[in-house]
């Protein structure tokens, strides 16, 4: 197979300004190019490390190296996630979600503003490093929210993600200082209700 087989960095479909002043040039462009970069390279550093045990016959630390890959890969995929989920406020950002995503979040939630508290209460409250998503049960028909630690822990395995916060401190810090709530109250200007949308109804077409 002559494919490389590794990840690599996704580019931002906005330039590293368009979220300001919610997220800065400054924060963006060291969250994306250094942070979920680092994921990136270290997901595809322990592969090579893999590849070339195989190659050179030799055994691996197994329980130390798959726990360290799923770290590094659930830290790369959740940052494509919330790149995705993210619009500038003069695009898509912002507002309140319509057509499937509200009548789901309304008939699971009560209403869009209750979704908006719980969700936010699970952002603000993941202990340490983490994230909060929002998924979708297909077995139950139900949105479920997942609140992350690290990048890889109280995941449910299956539930596609509609939409995903990062709070870790690396995410807000340079911006807000330690008041993740303050972040987290701001995401809901910038999420791109469109794209979980889209996320939703390919999940229930597909
Ligand atoms: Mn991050």
């Given at each position: 197979m002559d494919t490389p087989k590794l990840y690599s960095l996704p580019k931002l479909e906005y330039d590293y300004n368009a979220l300001a002043p919610i997220i800065s040039e400054d924060l963006l462009k060291l969250h994306h190019d250094k942070h979920h970069a680092a994921y990136v390279n270290g997901a595809n550093a322990i592969l090579q490390k893999m590849d070339k045990a195989r190659a050179d016959g030799i055994d691996f630390d197994t329980k130390a190296t798959f726990k360290d890959l799923s770290f590094h890969i659930g830290g790369h995929l959740l940052h494509s996630l919330f790149w995705q989920n993210l619009a500038p406020q003069d695009k898509d950002g912002g507002g309140n979600p319509s057509k499937t995503i509200a009548k789901v979040i309304e008939e699971e939630y009560g209403s869009v503003d209750r979704f908006k508290k719980i969700f936010s209460q699970a952002a603000v409250s993941v202990e340490g490093s983490g994230w909060a998503a929002l998924t979708f049960c297909k077995k139950t028909n139900r949105p479920i929210i997942m609140q992350v630690e690290?990048?890889?822990?109280n995941v449910y395995p299956m539930f596609r993600i509609l939409m995903v916060l990062d709070v870790w401190e690396h995410a807000y810090y340079l911006d807000y200082k330690n008041d993740r709530a303050k972040f987290v109250e701001a995401f809901w200007t910038i999420v791109d209700w469109t794209e979980v949308n889209k996320r939703l109804e390919d999940l229930l077409n597909g």
């Open positions: 690290k990048h890889n822990t």
